[in-house]
């Protein structure tokens, strides 16, 4: 059965920085693709950043988070990270990892296992 359990949000000043960390269980991430997603309130669920599994290796990111926030993964840990510096108040919102399991992983729909979230909430 998989599992995926985000950690690591909480509430920072503008300009801060936070990691999430995404554990999985019942599955091996570096052979999937993996991605983190976002929510904010009254708004559509959005990609933020995604990471290929191992033999691909490419990742990519949402335009608004370009240069500030870095996808990652620790096999060994199995755990799924996201990097987010130089934090924005527009950046708030309940953050999702997700995995894909087989291909293609172009799209959100393409994700079919998803944690609970975690919120990140960004003060001006």
């Known amino acids: 059965q998989v599992r995926l359990v985000e950690s690591g949000g909480g509430s920072v000043q503008a300009g801060g920085s936070l990691r999430l960390s995404c554990a999985a269980s019942g599955v091996t991430l570096r052979l999937n693709s993996m991605g983190w997603f976002r929510q904010a309130p009254g708004k559509e669920r959005e990609g933020v950043a995604t990471?290929?599994?191992?033999?691909?290796?490419?990742?990519s990111y949402a335009d608004s988070v370009k240069g500030r926030f870095i996808i990652s993964r620790d096999s060994s840990k199995n755990t799924l990270y996201l990097q987010m510096n130089s934090l924005k108040p527009d950046d708030t919102a309940r953050y999702y990892c997700?995995?894909?399991?087989?291909?293609?992983?172009?799209?959100?729909?393409?994700?079919?296992?998803w944690g609970q979230g975690t919120q990140v909430t960004v003060s001006s």
């Open positions: 990471i290929d599994r191992i033999d691909i290796g490419s990742t």
């Open positions: 997700a995995l894909c399991i087989g291909a293609p992983c172009n799209r959100e729909a393409d994700f079919g296992y």
